[in-house]
Nanobody, 124 residues
């Protein structure tokens, strides 16, 4: 199984970025997907998740209204559109795949597979 995250970069506060995660080696349509992030010295935290069908989404309070997650089961991709970025959004962003639950999980330990991470840096 491989999850390949891309799309990170450096952006000014108020700007936008779109992260993408391409999956291979798994039946993608059976998996709930999520984006987590980890800042230096901090634990990995849940950002947003989407269920296996793409019909249900969930966001952390800190990004709700600014970020949008989407899943394309035909292309085996999950995207995270990030708008109105803030310096506190600076972190390495990881995509994760979880196939054992009927609902979106917010604990990192529930996720079976992880991408390599992509750096997002927001300058003030």
């Amino acid at each position: 199984v491989q999850l390949q995250a891309s799309g990170g970069g450096l952006v000014q506060a108020g700007g936008s970025l779109k992260l993408s995660c391409a999956a291979s080696g798994l039946t993608f349509s059976n998996y709930n997907m999520a984006w987590f992030r980890q800042a230096p010295g901090k634990e990995r935290e849940f950002v947003s998740g989407i269920n296996w069908s793409g019909g249900n989404t969930y966001y952390s309070g800190s990004v709700k209204g600014r970020f949008t997650i989407s899943k394309d089961n035909a292309k085996n991709t999950v995207d995270l559109q990030m708008n109105n970025l803030k310096p506190e959004d600076t972190a390495v962003y990881y995509c994760g795949a979880e196939g054992a639950s009927a609902s979106i999980q917010v604990q990192a330990k529930r996720y079976e597979y992880w991408g390599q991470g992509t750096q997002v840096t927001v300058s003030s």
